[in-house]
Nanobody, 121 residues
Framework: QVQLLESGGGLVQPGGSLSVSCAAS????????MGWYRQVPGKERELVAR???????NYADSVKGRFTISRDNAKNMMYLQMNSLKPEDTAVYYC???????????????WGQGTQVTVSS
């Protein structure tokens, strides 16, 4: 089994900063790409940022220059630093990873349970 656990969400004022983390655990053989997605009620889940195992990144246009994604391969961790936050960044943020486990061949998508980020004064 593989588990992804997000942490670090919360309430922040517009213009503020917040960092969220994702910890992958379980019978992990290898992790390929990882990413952060977000979702608000009534809308589809959208990609926020993605990072490959080699460290290549891509971002949604709406967060470019404000958010930074990173990962620590040795610790199976991924991070999202969010600066200059706007009310429209309010959403549940989900961690996603493509993981190969010891007990299942090939890479499979795993999701965390999500963490709420609220940007409001």
């Amino acid at each position: 089994q593989v588990q992804l656990l997000e942490s670090g969400g919360g309430l922040v004022q517009p213009g503020g900063s917040l960092s969220v983390s994702c910890a992958a655990s379980g019978s992990i053989l290898s992790i390929d790409a990882m990413g952060w997605y977000r979702q608000v009620p009534g809308k589809e889940r959208e990609l926020v940022a993605r990072i490959t195992s080699a460290g290549d990144t891509n971002y949604a246009d709406s967060v470019k220059g404000r958010f930074t994604i990173s990962r620590d391969n040795a610790k199976n961790m991924m991070y999202l630093q969010m600066n200059s936050l706007k009310p429209e960044d309010t959403a549940v943020y989900y961690c996603n990873a493509k993981v190969a486990s010891y007990y299942r061949p090939g890479y499979r998508d795993y999701w965390g349970q999500g963490t709420q980020v609220t940007v409001s004064s």
